[in-house]
């Protein structure tokens, strides 16, 4: 049962990264904010999520595992990363690893402090 939450939850993940990436396709920019976008909001959501559904198993297969696993991408954003390396964008390669890392640590707080808030 919960392999099929986990299964459910990481393909509407998955449509939802999607969608937002076909939305900000066009954005021109250097940095990938469609990736840190998503990355960000996972995290919230992962922080949120496991303050308030921390009993119930059942629940966190499905929206933790499973929705926020397919929603958030380490794998993008490790290609992205080495694109920029690659193509020597090592100052815009610095940005996004460092928004990344500190937007997404503060967010996964920020969803933890506002679960204790609810």
């Known amino acids: 049962m919960r392999i099929l939450l986990v299964f459910l939850g990481g393909g509407l993940g998955s449509v939802c990264r999607y969608a937002v990436s076909v939305a900000m396709a066009r954005s021109g920019s ?7 976008l998503v990355n960000v909001l996972g995290c919230l959501l992962i ?11 059942v629940l966190r297969a499905l929206f933790i595992a499973g929705f926020c696993g397919g929603f958030t991408t380490f794998s993008t954003f490790s290609l992205e990363c080495l694109t920029m390396w690659q193509a020597q964008q090592f100052g815009w390669l610095a940005l996004y690893v ?20 609810l």
């Open 30 to 36: 250097p940095l990938p904010w469609a990736t840190l």
């Open 98 to 117: 460092g928004a990344s890392f500190v937007l997404g640590l503060t967010a996964v707080a920020g969803g933890i402090a506002l679960g204790r808030l």
């Open 47 to 57: 922080g949120l999520l496991a303050q308030t559904l921390a009993r119930d198993s």
